[in-house]
């Protein structure tokens, strides 16, 4: 509380010392002053109280037990060297496998037929691409800090953000038969998704310094508009979307025909982040008890559940030639 140490016994409080006061606002033993017309029985008696005040306030500090000064202590995470380890060789891995199952997809669109139409599968081909070219920068910058800015860092989670809405609007359309087949259906969802992926790119930033520097979501405010913006948009996309496809194909009678297409694994693997980030509303809002074992466990849940949904971007090419291949090895259709 700021207690100043006493004088030596024997000595008496220098004459001309000026009036201090504790945190409390009490002033303190050491600075009441002997008057020569006040009687030493009302120094003596504000002394006394004082003394009294400061035992009952030690008082008050030892009723701490040491829950709760351990309850202070600061969060050990252990997610972050976890990760820092696990993500760089997980990313380019991921990347790479994309690329070569992409660039398989888009020769095999010139000797099949597809019956969706060529343009909306080298769209689907276009947003795992995207996604697996944005891999790369950020393993590199996980590995040995993000030294290119801001700019870059916010462009970087823009252009990732923005494949992923953009698949998950494109392949809404092809269950839908939304925006028809000409230029609405290939220019619509790419706006609009790129549209939403705005927010994510104004909550994002570099934090840190040298090699510690990281491209990463900042904004983590319950009270954040874009913050709340961002996890809004995903939250639409990776949950609300597919339920309510898969509502209306109930309600039609056609849920054996929507659950036979391939691009339903796309909502598979981003369905977990999706509710891991509805956690995250709920943690931020204190709907939920928050501690650290809790808090390093739902770091975990969303690192695995994004490492999970990243899976799309080399997966569904593939099963996308698998499906084709089988079509026509059978005579039928993708």
Same mark, same amino acid.
């Given at each position: 509380?700021?207690?100043?140490?006493?004088?030596?016994?024997? +000595?008496?409080?220098?004459?001309?010392?000026?009036?201090?006061?504790?945190?409390?606002?009490?002033?303190?033993?050491?600075?009441?002053?002997?008057?020569?017309?006040?009687?030493?029985?009302?120094?003596?008696?504000?002394? /006394?109280?004082?003394?009294?005040?400061?035992?009952?306030?030690?008082?008050?500090?030892?009723?701490?037990?040491?829950?709760?000064?351990?309850?202070?202590?600061?969060?050990?995470?252990?997610?972050?060297?976890?990760?820092?380890?696990?993500?760089?060789?997980?990313?380019?891995?991921?990347?790479?496998?994309?690329?070569?199952?992409?660039?398989?997809?888009?020769?095999? *669109?010139?000797?099949?037929?597809?019956?969706?139409?060529?343009?909306?599968?080298?769209?689907?081909?276009?947003?795992?691409?995207?996604?697996?070219?944005?891999?790369?920068?950020?393993?590199?910058?996980?590995?040995?800090?993000?030294?290119?800015?801001?700019?870059?860092?916010?462009?970087?989670?823009?252009?990732?953000?923005?494949? %992923?809405?953009?698949?998950?609007?494109?392949?809404?359309?092809?269950?839908?038969?939304?925006?028809?087949?000409?230029?609405?259906?290939?220019?619509?969802?790419?706006?609009?998704?790129?549209?939403?992926?705005?927010?994510?790119?104004?909550?994002?930033?570099?934090?840190?310094?040298?090699? /510690? +520097?990281?491209?990463?979501?900042? /904004?983590?405010? %319950?009270?954040?508009?874009? &913050?709340?913006?961002? *996890?809004?948009?995903?939250?639409?996309? *990776?949950?609300?979307?597919?339920?309510?496809?898969?509502?209306?194909?109930?309600?039609?009678?056609?849920?054996?025909?929507?659950?036979?297409?391939?691009?339903?694994?796309?909502?598979?693997?981003?369905?977990? &982040?999706?509710? %891991?980030?509805?956690? =995250?509303?709920?943690?931020?809002?204190? %709907?939920?008890?928050?501690?650290?074992?809790?808090? =390093?466990?739902?770091?975990?849940?969303?690192?695995?559940?994004?490492?999970?949904?990243?899976?799309?971007?080399?997966?569904?090419?593939?099963?996308?030639?698998?499906?084709?291949?089988?079509?026509?090895?059978?005579?039928?259709?993708?």
């Amino acid at each position: 509380m700021g207690y100043p140490t006493p004088p030596p016994l024997g +000595t008496q409080p220098r004459p001309h010392r000026v009036a201090n006061t504790t945190s409390m606002g009490y002033p303190t033993q050491w600075d009441i002053q002997p008057h020569p017309h006040r009687s030493p029985e009302i120094v003596a008696n504000r002394t /006394s109280l004082h003394l009294l005040d400061f035992f009952n306030t030690s008082d008050y500090y030892m009723n701490y037990d040491y829950d709760d000064f351990a309850a202070a202590q600061p969060c050990y995470n252990h997610y972050c060297p976890f990760f820092q380890r696990a993500a760089p060789p997980y990313l380019i891995a991921t990347s790479a496998t994309s690329l070569v199952a992409t660039a398989a997809l888009l020769l095999a *669109l010139r000797s099949h037929s597809w019956p969706h139409g060529r343009t909306f599968v080298a769209q689907l081909a276009a947003c795992c691409g995207l996604f697996a070219i944005t891999l790369p920068p950020m393993a590199a910058g996980i590995a040995w800090g993000w030294q290119v800015g801001e700019g870059p860092c916010r462009a970087m989670l823009l252009l990732w953000q923005g494949s %992923v809405l953009a698949q998950g609007l494109l392949l809404g359309s092809g269950c839908c038969n939304l925006w028809g087949r000409g230029w609405c259906r290939a220019v619509v969802p790419w706006v609009t998704a790129m549209v939403m992926a705005v927010p994510a790119a104004l909550s994002g930033g570099i934090v840190g310094t040298g090699l /510690s +520097t990281q491209c990463v979501y900042r /904004s983590v405010d %319950v009270d954040s508009v874009v &913050h709340l913006l961002h *996890l809004t948009v995903c939250c639409c996309v *990776l949950l609300l979307l597919p339920a309510a496809l898969l509502m209306a194909a109930v309600w039609r009678g056609t849920c054996g025909e929507m659950g036979s297409r391939v691009w339903w694994l796309f909502w598979v693997l981003w369905a977990p &982040h999706g509710v %891991v980030m509805v956690v =995250e509303v709920l943690l931020e809002a204190g %709907v939920m008890p928050a501690n650290c074992s809790v808090f =390093e466990s739902f770091d975990f849940a969303l690192g695995l559940s994004a490492a999970l949904g990243g899976l799309h971007c080399c997966l569904t090419p593939l099963m996308l030639l698998l499906s084709a291949f089988c079509g026509h090895k059978v005579g039928g259709k993708c």
